[in-house]
């Protein structure tokens, strides 16, 4: 709307300047001297000068405004518009040097022969004596015939620049618009369509230009297709490697990483998004200890360097294994060679791993201990009864005999249930597994517990719609009685006095579904005294308890039942309301 109006009124104010220009030259054509009186042949000249000036004008609007549109589009940096204005230059230039050297010397000879024409009838009239009158009335149409000669070569010159101008403006829209469709074309395949093609209806050049791109782009397509297919499958096999792998390049920053390399990061830096962060993102020990490795690998100038680090966590002992591998890239080219170095890195979490072989060693120790002891234990058992019965008439008075007999024979009671624990520890019994529902089984037994000992508040959070899962009932309520056991003696140990007012103690069991995984999360808590820093980072391990009655393998058979069952237990942080007590979670598979 804006544009037409503004091209009406330009167009406007042409045709007001190009009617003021022909009035100044009517008006001063006809005050000229001897023009007051004209004929018929002098207002066909004036008609025709008028005529030519207004088609200059016409000629002149059109020349300019193309000429300023192509300057315009030359400062918005238009596609081709560069291309368009050098050859609308090259084009005005040998058109106007000609038409102008060809105008002069015209107007030179026109000029001449006028003049020439003119004074040969003064000469004649004076000779003969003609009238005088007619010679002044022709002579004033002299100007009126030389500007329509001028006017005619002007608009002969114009037209000439202008049939130039549009050659050049065809011309350059048939060579410019194959060259914007392709430079359109080459920004489309930049940003990532591969299916963009050129039209193949012209000739010549442009035409095997146009196909060359169209199997160019068909190539690319194929391959960036392949190269993605390769990515998708490296990225799976990534994604699906069970390790944290990581690769840095040269400068330090992390280029890609797998599922697990986040959950690690997670887990123990507390940082989710650190993709193209160089190593020292993740603190100092991370960084120090990372370079100490680095340092080591290329100073021994190896290909690839395996490292076990062991560290506190959260109060556990943790054990993480490094590998590390240089990792080159070699572009090979007959004339290139361009070297790409980065670094593969594998962290391996065997903390749990470490935990399992140690267990596993105290359970065949426990096996051999059980055995060993089993065997002597009999023939001493049978021999104190047999003295017992032989000498039972005959030492009936002698209470120190009776009382020595019975005190080996009730140590020997005591090794065997010793060693029955560490036969049951050793190798639990086979799996007899059902579909078992977890809160019904934590409500059956919380009954006896809670009638057992009124003195505790037990409190039950369980998950109103849990699903059933696979499990030995009898072991999963060994668990579970295992748990609520130790919790009862901690509150009944010396530094806790259960029948203080207003120190309630409490026992909280709490089953929920795991949110992002399949897995029941149970919670066992308790606010006794929490479990001393000095056994929590081998509180699963047998033998190892707070008490010096107590065997400690209580929990060593809770963490071995339900890593057999392909669930994890650990020590976790209390709850606010728990206070300083212990809370221990339990993950089960769905």
Same mark, same amino acid.
Request: positive net charge; aromatic residues 10%; charged residues 20%.
């Given at each position: ?69 192509? /300057? ?28 102008? !050297? ?30 005088? *009158?007619?010679?002044?009335? /022709? ?42 469709? !392709? ?27 146009? %196909? ?24 799976? %096999? ?66 690839? !360097? ?68 089993? $065997? ?32 080996? !024979? ?20 086979? $799996? ?38 696979? /499990? ?19 509150? $009944?140990?010396? $530094? ?72 994890? *237990? ?21």
């Amino acid at each position: 709307m804006y544009s037409s109006s503004r091209k009406r009124i330009v167009i406007l104010l042409l045709s007001l300047a190009s009617l003021l220009i022909t009035g100044w030259l009517e008006f001063f054509l006809f005050n000229r001297e001897y023009l007051s009186k004209y004929d018929t042949n002098r207002i066909s000249l004036f008609l025709l000068i008028n005529i030519h000036v207004v088609a200059i004008l016409i000629l002149l609007y059109l020349i300019i405004r193309q000429s300023i549109k192509l /300057f315009v589009e030359t400062d918005k940096i238009s596609t081709g518009s560069n291309f368009r204005r050098n050859l609308l230059f090259s084009f005005s230039i040998f058109s106007i040097i000609p038409s102008v !050297l060809v105008f002069f010397i015209a107007g030179k000879l026109i000029t001449a022969s006028i003049d020439q024409n003119y004074l040969l009838i003064q000469k004649e009239q004076k000779n003969i004596g003609v009238k005088i *009158v007619d010679y002044k009335k /022709f002579k004033s149409t002299r100007n009126p015939v030389y500007w329509s000669f001028l006017f005619t070569f002007i608009l002969a010159t114009l037209i000439i620049l202008f049939l130039s101008l549009w050659c050049a403006i065809y011309l350059a829209k048939g060579i410019s618009k194959p060259i914007l469709e !392709l430079l359109n074309a080459m920004g489309m395949v930049k940003n990532g369509n591969w299916n963009v093609t050129l039209n193949q209806d012209y000739s010549g050049d442009l035409k095997n230009l146009s %196909i060359g791109f169209n199997q160019m782009t068909k190539t690319l397509k194929m391959a960036h297709e392949q190269l993605e297919q390769n990515n998708k499958e490296m990225l799976m %096999i990534i994604e699906n490697i069970k390790e944290a792998v990581f690769y840095i390049n040269k400068q330090a920053r992390i280029v890609t990483y797998n599922t697990a390399s986040k959950n690690i990061v997670e887990k123990f830096l507390n940082l989710t998004r650190f993709k193209n962060k160089r190593i020292n993102y993740f603190g100092p020990q991370v960084t120090l200890k990372a370079t100490e490795i680095i340092k080591e690998l290329l100073k021994n100038n190896k290909k690839q !360097l395996t490292k076990e680090i062991n560290f506190s966590f959260k109060s556990e002992q943790k054990t993480l294994l490094v590998h590390i591998t240089r990792v080159q890239n070699n572009f090979s080219n007959t004339q290139i060679n361009i070297p790409e170095e980065g670094l593969l890195i594998i962290i391996e979490d065997l903390s749990d791993i470490v935990k399992m072989n140690k267990i596993k060693t105290w359970q065949q120790a426990a096996s051999q201990i059980a055995h060993e002891i089993k $065997n002597p234990l009999t023939p001493i058992q049978l021999a104190t009864q047999h003295l017992q019965r032989k000498y039972k008439n005959i030492l009936q008075q002698d209470k120190v005999f009776f009382d020595s007999t019975n005190t080996i !024979l009730n140590h020997v009671k005591i090794i065997k249930d010793l060693a029955s624990h560490f036969s049951e520890y050793a190798q639990l019994p086979s $799996n007899n597994l059902e579909l078992i529902d977890i809160n019904k089984i934590i409500e059956e037994i919380g009954c006896l517990y809670t009638v057992s000992y009124p003195e505790i508040n037990f409190i039950y959070e369980l998950e109103p719609i849990i699903p059933k899962i696979k /499990f030995d009932p009898k072991k999963i309520k060994r668990v579970f009685v295992n748990l609520l056991d130790n919790s009862i003696r901690a509150l $009944n140990n010396k $530094n806790i006095n259960l029948n203080r007012k207003g120190d309630q103690n409490i026992i909280k069991i709490k089953t929920s579904i795991k949110t992002g995984s399949n897995q029941i999360e149970i919670l066992f808590s308790d606010n006794g005294p929490g479990i001393p820093k000095s056994v929590k980072n081998t509180l699963f391990m047998p033998y190892v308890s707070t008490e010096q009655k107590n065997m400690g393998l209580g929990l060593a058979i809770v963490h071995e039942i339900v890593a057999q069952n392909g669930g994890y *237990v650990k020590l976790v942080e209390p709850s606010i309301e728990i206070k300083n007590g212990a809370s221990f979670q339990i993950l089960l598979p769905i």
